[in-house]
C-alpha cells in the first residue's frame, strides 16, 4: 500500500464535500488518506473557502492525521494523486437554468441529465474532464478517475474512449435503492441484492433478494417504488410495473410518463420555478450552515440535495480499490460483451466486483426485454452527443438529437439546438471555431 495517500477532489466547493469528507473519517482505518487537496475554479474561490474550513474542522474533531489542502491550481492538486474525484458543474447552476428553461419553449422536456438537456451540460462537460484527464496523463498517469459529475455515463465512457486514464463513472441511484430497500425490509444493506442493467439514469432493477429471498414479485405487486427529490413524485402505472418485471429507476419516468412530466415542467415554468432555482436556494442555505465556525460534522440538511449518498458511493468505491476487497457495487464501466445488443465501447450501469486491478462485470442474469430497444435507443443518441462535444460538430449534435426517443421533430430541434448552442458560447468554444 502506498505510505502518501493523496485524494484530489476537481469541483472541491461542492454543496457535497462535508459528505465526503465523513466517509473519510469513517473508513480511515482501512483506508488512511494522508491528504485532500480540494480543487476550485475562481468563481468558486468563496464557497471553496467555506467548505475548506467545515472540512478543516470536521478532520479537527476526528483526531486523525489528514491533512487538508485548498487551491484554485488544478495541476498542484493532481500532482502525485492516489485517487481522483470529479464533481464539478460547468456553467455553474445558470447553465442549469438554460437546460430546464429553453427546451420548455420549443416543447421539449429540460432537464439536467434527460433530453436535450443533458445533452448540452455533456457538451459543456466533456472536454473540461478530458483536459483533466490530459493533466492526470502527465502528472498522476496511475491514479483512478473516479465521477461523478452527471451525465455520469456519457462522461465516463468520453474518458474511457479518448485518454489513457483509468475510470469508473458513479451515482447515488443504486446506492438510495439500496437504502429504500433496507428501510422497507428492515435489513442492513449487506443482506440485500440486487440486479441493476441499462445505463446510467436508465436502469431496470431486474432481481432483488432481501435474506436470500426474491422480493422482487412483491414489490412488483404491491405498488412500492423508490423516487427522488429532483424528479417529480407521479405514481407509476402499475400495470406497466407489472408487465415489466422489474423496477424502473426513476429517470425513466420521463419516458414512460413523458406528457405528465412536461405538463408539470410547464406549470412551474410558468411560476418562474425550476430545480435549478430550487438548488440554488438549498445551496444558499446549505452554505449559511456551513459557516457557523461551530459546527464540525455534516449536517442532516444536506441530505435534501437530490444528489445525497454520491460521496458514500465514492468513497466506498475507492476503500473496496484500495483493500481489493471483491465486494459488488453498481457502476458504469465499458459493456464489453456484457448486453450483446451494444457497442463494446458502451458505458452501461451494472454490478461488477471490485478488486484492486478495478471492476469486473458481473453476469446480468435477467434483462427485461422491453427495455431493449429503449437501451439501445438513447445509447445511440448517446454516443453520437459524444462525438458531438468531442469534435463541436452541430452537424453531430443534430444527429444525436433527431434519434432521441423524446425529441418528436427535428425541425424544432434545430431551432432549439442553435439557441440553446448560442446562449452557451462561453463554454462551447468548439462549436463556434472559424476554419481558415
Known amino acids: 500500500m502506498p505510505?502518501?495517500?493523496?485524494?484530489?477532489?476537481?469541483?472541491?466547493?461542492s454543496s457535497y464535500t462535508p459528505e465526503l469528507i465523513e466517509g473519510f473519517i469513517r473508513n480511515y482505518p482501512s483506508f488512511p488518506v494522508t491528504e485532500i487537496v480540494l480543487a476550485d475554479i475562481g468563481q468558486g474561490k468563496?464557497?471553496?473557502?467555506?467548505?475548506?474550513?467545515l472540512a478543516q474542522r470536521m478532520i479537527e474533531k476526528s483526531g486523525l492525521?489528514?491533512?487538508?489542502?485548498?487551491?484554485?491550481?488544478?495541476?498542484?492538486?493532481?500532482?502525485?494523486?492516489?485517487?481522483?474525484?470529479?464533481?464539478?458543474?460547468?456553467?455553474?447552476?445558470?447553465?442549469?437554468?438554460?437546460?430546464?428553461?429553453i427546451p420548455l419553449r420549443y416543447g421539449f422536456l429540460g432537464q439536467e441529465t434527460t433530453g436535450v438537456g443533458g445533452m448540452m451540460k455533456a457538451l459543456r462537460t466533456i472536454p473540461v474532464l478530458l483536459d483533466i484527464c490530459k493533466?492526470?496523463?502527465e502528472l498522476c498517469p496511475d491514479a483512478w478517475l473516479l465521477n461523478f459529475t452527471n451525465p455520469a455515463g456519457m462522461v465516463t465512457e468520453a474518458i474511457l474512449k479518448h485518454s489513457r486514464i483509468r475510470s469508473i463513472g458513479l451515482c447515488n441511484s443504486p446506492i438510495a435503492a439500496y437504502k429504500w430497500l433496507s428501510r422497507l425490509y428492515g435489513a442492513p444493506i449487506d443482506r440485500i441484492h440486487c440486479e441493476f442493467v441499462g445505463l446510467n439514469h436508465l436502469h431496470w432493477?431486474?432481481?432483488i433478494e432481501v435474506e436470500g429471498v426474491s422480493k422482487l414479485e412483491e414489490i412488483l405487486g404491491g405498488g412500492e417504488a423508490y423516487s427522488a427529490s429532483?424528479?417529480?413524485?407521479?405514481?407509476?402505472?402499475?400495470?406497466?410495473?407489472?408487465s415489466l418485471g422489474a423496477i424502473p429507476s426513476y429517470y425513466l419516468k420521463y419516458f414512460y410518463l413523458h406528457r405528465e412530466l412536461l405538463a408539470e415542467q410547464r406549470e412551474a415554468h410558468g411560476k418562474g420555478e425550476n430545480r435549478a432555482e430550487t438548488v440554488k436556494r438549498l445551496e444558499e442555505e446549505l452554505f449559511e450552515v456551513y459557516r457557523d465556525p461551530e459546527l464540525s460534522h455534516k449536517p442532516k440538511q444536506l441530505e435534501q440535495r437530490g444528489g445525497a449518498y454520491y460521496s458514500e458511493a465514492a468513497v466506498h468505491l475507492m476503500n473496496?480499490?484500495?483493500?481489493?476487497?471483491?465486494?459488488?457495487?453498481?457502476?458504469?464501466?465499458?459493456?464489453?460483451d456484457t448486453l450483446p445488443f451494444l457497442p463494446a465501447d458502451a458505458c452501461i450501469e451494472v454490478n461488477c466486483k471490485v478488486t484492486g486491478a478495478g471492476p469486473v462485470v458481473q453476469l446480468v442474469t435477467n434483462v427485461p426485454p422491453a427495455a431493449v430497444g429503449l437501451i439501445q435507443a438513447v445509447k445511440t443518441y448517446e454516443q453520437l452527443a459524444i462525438e458531438a462535444a468531442v469534435t463541436g460538430s452541430r452537424d453531430m449534435a443534430l444527429l444525436a438529437l433527431a434519434g432521441h426517443p423524446l425529441i418528436d421533430s427535428v425541425n424544432r430541434a434545430e431551432q432549439m439546438l442553435d439557441e440553446m448552442l448560442t446562449r452557451n458560447r462561453a463554454y462551447l468554444p468548439r462549436f463556434f471555431q472559424t476554419t481558415p
Open 3 to 13: 505510505h502518501h495517500l493523496k485524494i484530489a477532489v476537481i469541483g472541491g466547493g
Open 46 to 53: 468563496q464557497k471553496l473557502s467555506i467548505v475548506g474550513q
Open 65 to 101: 492525521p489528514i491533512t487538508i489542502r485548498l487551491t484554485l491550481d488544478r495541476r498542484s492538486a493532481l500532482e502525485d494523486a492516489s485517487y481522483v474525484l470529479t464533481q464539478l458543474r460547468v456553467g455553474l447552476l445558470e447553465a442549469r437554468g438554460w437546460d430546464e428553461s
Open 135 to 137: 493533466d492526470m496523463e
Open 205 to 207: 432493477i431486474s432481481r
Open 230 to 242: 429532483n424528479v417529480p413524485q407521479f405514481a407509476w402505472n402499475e400495470r406497466l410495473i407489472r
Open 320 to 336: 473496496s480499490l484500495h483493500n481489493d476487497t471483491g465486494d459488488i457495487q453498481t457502476l458504469n464501466v465499458a459493456n464489453g
